[in-house]
């Protein structure tokens, strides 16, 4: 895997991405020395060719992420993936129509786009059922030999297991709480702790991650220390955890992993930073959306009786309250007879309106007076409600920590994760914000931005 963003990218997505941008480059330089009168030389070099066919180019591998093609990387259907690659050449099509209409300079001659959208659909669609059957077997595949099994171990194995594009496989397991060969997720017991030396030699792991329940007995200290100098990958079960889920475990984490870490991200002059780009950004967005804006009030007054905006106070930096804004998309008083409740994805409360704004999360545009004012940001931790925080500060260890940084419109957990409508779901959320927390940085916040946009525009609603 990789890290770019702050965010670990498994090294076969990153393979096919750069893959593809040859590929489909490629595609249209073939076709402007097949179709094009004049030499293609001359108008790939002196009349803007190249920069036009890079122009496609970022926009088909735009289009492909939307459409979450660097996600899944498994073929599930041969039609639907044809399918998939005709829609994204479709959606490019309609873009450089824009194009052509606010400069015709950079348009790509049809003559060209016909015949290298369709050698770019054939070439993709056999290269990645090529990749796919061969490549991404051997692409930053990574086997793994766990020493131990506790829960933050079987938390990765789970979720290896359900994500076999990370290009990473469990070798074994080296445990003395069971049997040589009892199954485990993913591959077997292989033998006990002491002989982790001897199935390291013979398995010949790309990787070591230790999970023991009680390490000050039977860490194998002198073995490790061994295969570390072999030139053996050896980490923590809690790094493992963070680097493949995108997420700090609660499972085993440890005051002193968040005290000595070199990396914590609410640092005075990240937050300053932070404070900068969030307005300059903040204050583009407002004048892009406010007729939008303008036209969402109107309906929200028209739709149902009651205020266009709901307020709400919230936990914000350092437990200090404030108000919050957005659009109404409940029916007025929706709280008065059950109190303080979750939001849940089908909520019976919301209007027709009110669902249809949800799901492309323009009922918290509002929220962009929040920032300006100082009290949100852009991007961050979700703020909640402090009835619920008091609670949850109860039941959930590290939970006060989350109001550390401004909470955001937008954050890591609401990329990655569901509505938090139990308990467990809260749980895994805040693993979400320690994540960001621990990672903060204008990078990171870019790529969550990005992400987000994805969301609204393929109106997965908010989460």
């Not at 670990?8 to 990153?14: C, E, Q, T, Y």
């Not at 020493?147 to 397991?173: C, D, F, M, T």
């Amino acid at each position: 895997m990789v890290r770019l963003f702050r965010v670990f990218i498994p090294i076969g997505s990153l393979a096919l991405l750069v893959s593809e941008m040859v590929l489909v480059t490629s595609a249209f330089i073939l076709a402007s020395y097949v179709m094009l009168e004049v030499d293609p030389a001359v108008w790939l070099r002196y009349d803007g060719g190249l920069t036009r066919i890079l122009l496609v180019t970022a926009t088909v591998m735009l289009v492909m992420h939307f459409h979450d093609l660097y996600t899944e990387l498994r073929i599930k259907s041969h039609i639907l993936l044809l399918q998939q690659l005709s829609l994204v050449m479709g959606l490019t099509f309609l873009v450089q129509s824009l194009v052509s209409y606010l400069n015709r300079d950079l348009r790509m001659p049809i003559r060209v786009m016909v015949p290298g959208s369709a050698i770019a659909v054939i070439g993709m669609y056999l290269w990645r059922v090529f990749y796919g059957t061969f490549v991404l077997r051997m692409v930053g595949k990574e086997r793994i030999l766990f020493v131990g099994g506790n829960s933050v171990v079987q938390a990765i194995a789970a979720h290896l297991e359900e994500h076999p594009e990370l290009g990473l496989a469990v070798a074994g397991y080296v445990d003395d709480q069971a049997e040589p060969g009892t199954a485990r997720i993913g591959g077997k017991v292989l033998g006990p702790i002491p002989a982790v030396r001897e199935i390291a030699t013979r398995m010949n792991p790309d990787r070591i991650v230790v999970g023991l329940t009680e390490r000050r007995e039977c860490m194998p200290v002198a073995d490790l220390l061994e295969l570390r100098f072999s030139g053996i990958i050896i980490q923590e079960a809690s790094a493992t955890y963070e680097a493949v889920c995108g997420r700090i475990s609660t499972l085993d984490l440890r005051p002193s992993q968040l005290v000595f870490s070199d990396e914590l991200g609410p640092r005075p002059g990240i937050l300053f930073i932070q404070t900068i780009y969030n307005l300059a950004l903040t204050l583009l967005v407002t004048l892009v959306f406010l007729p939008v804006m303008a036209v969402i009030a109107i309906a929200v007054k028209l739709s149902s009786p009651g205020p266009i905006l709901y307020r709400q106070t919230r936990v914000g930096m350092d437990g200090k309250l404030f108000t919050v804004y957005k659009f109404r998309s409940m029916l007025a008083n929706a709280e008065l007879s059950t109190g303080a409740v979750w939001a849940a994805k089908d909520d019976p409360r919301a209007t027709r309106l009110g669902r249809f704004l949800r799901k492309l999360r323009l009922d918290e545009t509002p929220q962009l007076l929040n920032v300006l004012r100082g009290e949100m940001s852009l991007v961050g931790p979700r703020p909640e409600r402090p009835e619920f925080v008091k609670t949850l500060s109860e039941q959930i260890p590290y939970y006060r920590q989350r109001h550390c940084v401004k909470p955001g419109i937008t954050g890591w957990a609401q990329i990655n994760h569901k509505y938090s409508d139990t308990l467990e779901d809260t749980i895994t959320k805040l693993e979400y914000d320690l994540y960001y927390i621990k990672n903060l940085s204008m990078s990171l916040d870019t790529y969550i931005i990005f992400h987000t946009l994805k969301t609204m525009l393929l109106s997965r609603g908010s989460q």
